[in-house]
């Protein structure tokens, strides 16, 4: 064999070689990954042959998937869509997007391996294979109630038993109609799916647990209240600067009070009294005296820098890690480059209303497969203790005062003595402030924590933004849980 004819026998020989190797990669050591890709339509398709399970709140399914006449054999359909949309996510030709829908979708497809021998009993029987149901620990009167208080305005609301962490209520503003992305028509599945994403205030967005986070205001004040207390340097009976402004070091600037008016006529508070009242000085000069390192952890024991699942991920709030004595003191207040959930901020009421044990958020309840047994159940964690029984009762005295003559008296409840703080987030020159509540009922035997923020809600500097505007949604939201 002449050099030419070699050299070109060799070359054939790496090819079919190539193609021998790569074909098996494909075929068996990627095949498992490159079906679980989102991106890939033969799978998606044949996944539409599979009745997914229901998504329940109470004995109501809120998703299921209904039998058609088409191709595709089952159509995923959305009962009252846009209460619903930000929890169950939606399931299209895009695939499991958002919501449980993404978050548990090897459940609901029946592709999990916790259902693995339910799938092999189905081969036997020749059982029609279906994923399992969820069912979620939401209450539809809380969250109906959350969602018809926010109405047009644009925020989230967030409701938590505080003794197990269960998710009472999960709602985003605005929302959107998921059964417009789960049809069979691509191009218009596709259309509606770019118009949302357009679409003026990100509908597809879930303020409740992500997005742009929000800057916490004057609720932030109770993490640096708990602070104060578990250091053992401060008391509610401790007296602070009340006066309109606080002079800050290393700056010409000062902080000032919300109104721009002394805290009280002495020009002095007690710490229950600056809770009360939302007096900034006050927790400026508290904030610098505990320390950056002691705020930091104090956050950190209700959960700031963690990111929950529940199952959907939630974004970690923060509490900046750099602090100069001015930027402690605004942080101490909830501004300056402090971010949060609302989802935090509901645990931060939850754990104040657990006696100091904050919980591990959860919004499924039960994993139930297609002959209706019970496949696995959540049982309440705890997360961690926050603060110590003593200093919660504290803290929840001095909540309490905020609702019975504070800035917050909108959401007091007949008969029963309700917990809460009122925020107003100031978040750009010329920007109206976000208005924010946090809250939990009954007080002395808390069945409901509650954070409530609503978008340029409240009058900028004026901290009857909180107690006017998200006050009166937390109170309705409360109201639906006691009633029941």
């Known amino acids: 064999m002449n050099a030419p004819v070699r050299r070109l ?3 054939v020989a ?16 990627f095949a498992a990954d490159l079906n679980a890709r989102p991106d890939n339509r033969r799978t998606l398709l044949a996944t539409y042959a599979r009745e997914r399970g229901e998504i329940l709140v109470g004995q109501t399914p809120v998703a299921r998937s209904v039998a058609t006449k088409d191709e595709f054999k089952f159509q995923r359909t959305y009962e009252d869509p846009t209460l619903w949309a930000h929890v169950t996510g939606f399931y299209s030709f895009y695939g499991a997007v958002g919501g449980l829908e993404q978050a548990e979708n090897s459940l609901l497809s029946g592709s999990s391996d916790k259902l693995f021998y339910r799938r092999i009993s189905d081969l036997f029987t020749g059982r029609r294979p279906q994923g399992a149901t969820l069912e979620t620990t939401l209450d539809a009167k809380v969250q109906k109630a959350a969602s018809d208080a926010l109405g047009d305005a644009r925020g989230a609301a967030v409701a938590i038993d505080p003794k197990t962490g269960a998710i009472l209520a999960l709602v985003s503003h605005p929302s959107f109609d998921p059964n417009t992305l789960a049809g069979h028509d691509l191009g218009t599945v596709d259309k509606n799916y770019q118009a949302l994403t357009k679409a003026e205030g990100r509908p597809l967005v879930d303020r409740a647990i992500g997005g742009d986070l929000y800057p916490p205001g004057s609720v932030f004040k109770v993490v640096t209240a708990a602070a104060a207390l578990s250091s053992g340097d401060y008391t509610a009976d401790s007296t602070l600067p009340g006066g309109a402004f606080l002079d800050l070091p290393q700056t010409t ?6 109104d721009n008016q002394p805290c009280s006529p002495s020009g002095e508070v007690t710490l229950k009294q600056a809770l009360v009242v939302s007096c900034n000085p006050a927790f400026g000069e508290v904030g610098m005296k505990i320390g950056a390192d002691t705020l930091r952890e104090q956050a950190a024991k209700f959960g700031f820098g963690d990111a929950p699942t529940i199952p959907m991920r939630v974004t970690p709030s923060t509490v900046p890690a ?6 402690l003191a605004q942080s101490a207040i909830g501004q300056y480059d402090v971010r949060v959930t609302p989802m935090q901020m509901a645990m931060v ?17 039960s994993v139930i497969g297609s002959d209706l047994s019970v496949i696995e159940s959540t049982e309440p964690t705890e997360l961690s203790e926050a603060v110590t029984p003593e200093v919660a009762a504290t803290l929840t005295d001095m909540m309490v005062g905020v609702v019975d003559e504070g800035t917050g008296t909108k959401a007091q409840i007949s008969g029963i003595k309700v917990a809460g703080k009122t925020g107003t987030a100031e978040h750009g020159t010329g920007r109206r402030a976000h208005a924010w509540f946090i809250s939990f009922a009954p007080a002395d035997d808390p069945k409901i924590a ?6 340029d809600g409240g009058t900028a500097g004026s901290e009857t933004g909180g107690g006017a505007v998200a006050a009166p949604i937390a109170r309705k939201m409360m109201e639906a849980r006691l009633s029941r």
């Not at 790496?14 to 050591?29: E, R």
């Not at 509650?450 to 978008?455: I, K, P």
């Open 253 to 258: 600037t000062n902080l000032p009070n919300h």
């Open 14 to 29: 790496f090819l079919f070689a190539s193609l021998l190797v790569s074909t098996t990669l494909i075929q068996y050591v």
């Open 450 to 455: 509650v954070a409530v923020v609503v978008e």
């Open 322 to 327: 750099e602090l100069n004595p001015p930027q």
């Open 349 to 365: 009421a939850a754990g104040i209303a657990n006696k100091g044990v904050v919980m591990q958020p959860y919004l499924v309840q």
């Open 9 to 11: 026998s060799l070359l």
